[in-house]
Structures are given as structure tokens and as C-alpha cells.
């Protein structure tokens, strides 16, 4: 193979292939916990955020924890070891752009591991392409930044994960919130 016709041949540095970083390892349809925890068990660091939903039958309700991401966890690794991740039964693919892997923002793995170890009430949601950015100034949740949106009567926080297309609804008080530094430019409604 030619190194033009190898898309991880622009990255010449070494760097890039062992430096940790989050991706989106994408799964068969509900394998997303069988998937981490096989990629736990080979010792690899895994992100699998959930959401609480009241599933209702004939004769009881039931609270469920389901992905927030169908089909998707979240794995930081080392661009190295990515054999490692594709190996394991279930797994698609990582999430990739002309053949590399697209490396995830730090802060909104974070951001998501912040509303997920406080307990916020969270739902997924696709992301929105418009709303403010904004910043929590005060309580649980102070500093997390992500975008307002209105759900009916109440506000929201839109917390997002760009690279899949995807979000989490956080509910928030509007007092709470201040313009994101940076994007003074926008209103707070």
C-alpha cells in the first residue's frame, strides 16, 4: 500500500498513535453493555452513559437504565491499540472521517460524566443546530457549559456530544445560566 492511499499517513507524529484520547465506538444494535464491559475486562477505558426510563407493561411499571447513546459507547485509547477495541465481538467500527478515527472533546465526555456522577435527570436528544451557549454559574452543576433550549414550559440544557450527532437534555433553572466566554455574541433568552 502506498502512503498516500493510507488515510493514518498524514499523521506522521508517534504522538498522535500513543496519546489517550476519547472516541465513539459505534456497536451492534443493544450490545452497547455487553461491549463495555468486554473492553473493560481487556483493561480499557470505557464510558457508557445512561438515562432512567419508566417502562410501563400490563401489570407493573418498571425504572430501566438504557444508553444514552444507542449504540454508541465511548472508549479512550491510544490510536495503537484500536485493534484491541475493533476485535471485540459486537463492535461496528470507531467513529471515523476518511478513514481516521475522529477524536472526541475531553470536555464533553466530561461534561456528561458531571450530570451522570451528580444525578441530573437526563434525557437524549438529537443536538440542535441553533440556541445560545451558556454556562452554569451557580449549584451541582456549576460550570458546565452546553446550549439552552426550551422543552415546552421548562428550560433545558442542551449538553453535546458533536461528533455523533447527539445530546443530552439537562433540566436547568434559566437564573442559573450566564453567557459562555466566547460567545458573547449570543443572547441568553
Known amino acids: 500500500m502506498s502512503c498516500s492511499a493510507d488515510p493514518l499517513a498524514s499523521c506522521t507524529s508517534m504522538r498522535y498513535f500513543s496519546e489517550a484520547n476519547w472516541y465513539a465506538v459505534y456497536t451492534n444494535a443493544r450490545h452497547e453493555k455487553v461491549v463495555a464491559d468486554r473492553l473493560t475486562s481487556k483493561n480499557i477505558e470505557v464510558f457508557l452513559p445512561t438515562i432512567a426510563v419508566v417502562r410501563s407493561w400490563k401489570d407493573r411499571?418498571?425504572?430501566?437504565?438504557?444508553?444514552?447513546?444507542?449504540?454508541?459507547?465511548?472508549?479512550?485509547?491510544?490510536?495503537?491499540?484500536?485493534?484491541?477495541?475493533?476485535?471485540?465481538?459486537?463492535?461496528?467500527?470507531?467513529?471515523?472521517?476518511?478513514?481516521?478515527?475522529?477524536?472526541?472533546?475531553?470536555?464533553?465526555?466530561?461534561?456528561?460524566?458531571?450530570?451522570?456522577?451528580?444525578?441530573?435527570?437526563?434525557?437524549?436528544?438529537?443536538?440542535?443546530?441553533?440556541?445560545?451557549?451558556?454556562?452554569?454559574?451557580?449549584?451541582?452543576?456549576?460550570?458546565?457549559?452546553?446550549?439552552?433550549?426550551?422543552?415546552k414550559d421548562e428550560r433545558r440544557l442542551i449538553v453535546p456530544l458533536s461528533h455523533i450527532n447527539q445530546s443530552l437534555a439537562v433540566q436547568v433553572d434559566v437564573d442559573l445560566l450566564e453567557p459562555a466566554e466566547g460567545f458573547s455574541q449570543y443572547k441568553v433568552s
Open 61 to 151: 411499571k418498571m425504572k430501566l437504565h438504557k444508553p444514552a447513546f444507542p449504540s454508541y459507547v465511548f472508549t479512550k485509547i491510544c490510536l495503537g491499540e484500536r485493534g484491541r477495541v475493533i476485535s471485540v465481538p459486537g463492535v461496528v467500527r470507531i467513529l471515523s472521517f476518511n478513514g481516521v478515527p475522529i477524536r472526541l472533546d475531553e470536555a464533553e465526555i466530561e461534561n456528561i460524566r458531571l450530570c451522570q456522577r451528580r444525578g441530573a435527570l437526563m434525557e437524549s436528544r438529537p443536538l440542535f443546530s441553533v440556541g445560545e451557549r451558556v454556562r452554569v454559574k451557580s449549584g451541582v452543576l456549576e460550570g458546565l457549559e452546553g446550549f439552552v433550549s426550551r422543552c
